[in-house]
């Protein structure tokens, strides 16, 4: 995997994303600390992170034609840029919630149009065969970042300097664009012409092509699916290992720092899996896992009535194992098997029915847990993790999941 990083184009694109990640994770901790201080309503959290995802499901598919349309480079330059500006905003604003949740909201714009065309330059950056590793990598610092950014910036928010913490993330996307102004992003003869195209008829291309091809229809079913399902029970398993497990706040801590470090495990163990085994048997087999693991919270939380917190500590592994090893094919099967001109808008389309899958199964989720309990709704989502694994195999779909020949002959036609 670190072979990757010898390549100097896709060595800058991935400093970018280290920097660019790490200032968000901090701003994202720093405005949930504001927030909790400036308002005593807890609706306010649930506005926050509205405020993140809503920006791509309204706009993801909107902003794929123009991705695909112009040069990827300037589109990364300039949603750099755009971020860096909103966060300057966020000094002289930060004592109002409102004016929080609003930037938070233009933010999410910026990213609506930055990661599609991140997403599609990488296939141009790398081989074909690197992408599994590239998405590895990708995810892998994701996950590290993840757990850094909320102890750098609980660190940073002892200083009580909020306008020095916004300073810093801005001179992240600051350093980010540089970064990327030095790539050299090869574009796509078809990606040109496609310039003289109308707006309007380059955005029904892109869905005709998803009609058409059972790949992407398959796809995008198995994405909306999972998302949905795993964002229910990811909506209510804090509440569970919180008040039903009762864990101190050291252990919910290193909790999650126990889920990062797996996840991470997992970024770089998936990759090999996917040489061994095809894209679509693997996808499945970790959604049913997945499955088994969520239900498995029941006999946990047994044990953990006889030693306390240790079986907890191996489900969120297993929980940030599987979550990586979901993540990595999904991300990959897109990058290896649409074709390049096109895969701005597929990925702007995709962002955007995951985040809206997300907030739907927050909402969901949410739901569940009022009327059955936190638990009940874990091991629901668990049931049909479970059911999606042994039914999507008999649709028609499923070996269109397979990133053969076939499909890398319409990646490149």
């Known amino acids: 995997m670190l072979d990757l990083l010898r390549n100097p184009a896709y060595f800058k694109l991935w400093c970018a994303q280290v920097v660019s990640e790490l200032g968000d994770g901090v701003t994202h901790i720093v405005v949930i600390y504001l927030v909790s201080q ?23 598919v909107f902003a794929g034609p123009l991705v695909d349309r112009f040069p990827r480079k300037w589109i990364m330059v300039g949603s750099d840029f755009y971020r860096l500006a909103i966060l300057l905003l966020m000094i002289p604003f930060h004592h109002s919630v409102s004016a929080l949740v609003i930037l938070v909201f233009f933010q999410g714009i910026g990213t609506v149009f930055f990661e599609p065309a991140k997403t599609a330059s990488i296939p141009s950056l790398i081989e074909e065969e690197q992408i599994p ?67 309007l008829q380059s955005l029904l291309d892109g869905l005709r092509m998803v009609k058409k091809e059972d790949f992407l229809k398959g796809y995008i079913v198995l994405v909306v699916v999972t998302a949905l399902v795993m964002s229910i029970v990811g909506a209510v398993v804090y509440d569970v290992v919180l008040n039903l497990f009762d864990v101190p706040e050291l252990h919910f801590g290193m909790l999650e720092s126990t889920e990062g470090i797996f996840g ?45 917190v240790v079986p907890l500590y191996v489900w969120m592994g297993f929980i940030g194992l599987l979550n990586t090893c979901l993540n990595v094919p999904l991300s990959s099967l897109a990058m290896q098997a649409v074709p390049q001109e096109v895969l701005g808008r597929i990925s702007g389309l995709v962002a955007g029915v995951i985040n809206g899958s997300f907030l739907g199964g927050v909402l969901i989720g949410g739901w569940l847990a009022s009327m059955i309990g936190g638990m009940a709704t874990v091991m629901c989502g668990g049931l ?16 269109a999941l397979k990133v053969d020949q076939d499909q890398r002959e319409f990646a490149s036609a």
């Open 264 to 308: 991470v495990l997992g970024a770089l163990i998936v990759p090999y899996l996917m040489k061994k085994v095809n894209t679509n048997r693997l996808l499945l087999s970790v959604i049913g896992v997945t499955g088994v693991v969520s239900v498995g919270i029941a006999p946990v939380y047994l044990i953990h009535q006889t030693i306390p």
């Open 38 to 60: 400036l308002s005593s309503n807890p609706a306010v959290f649930s506005f926050v992170l509205m405020a993140w995802y809503i920006p791509t499901v309204l706009l993801g």
């Open 384 to 399: 049909l993790l479970l059911f999606v694994s042994l039914l999507f195999p008999l649709t028609a779909y499923y070996q």
């Open 133 to 199: 590793k590239a998405v590895g990598l990708s995810q892998s610092t994701f996950m590290t970042m993840n757990i850094l950014a909320p102890s750098i910036g609980g660190g940073i928010l002892l200083l009580e300097e909020v306008s020095w913490i916004f300073a810093l993330d801005a001179a992240t996307f600051l350093l980010s664009a540089l970064l990327i102004i030095r790539l050299q992003i090869p574009s796509s003869k078809k990606g040109v012409q496609e310039e003289k195209e109308s707006y």
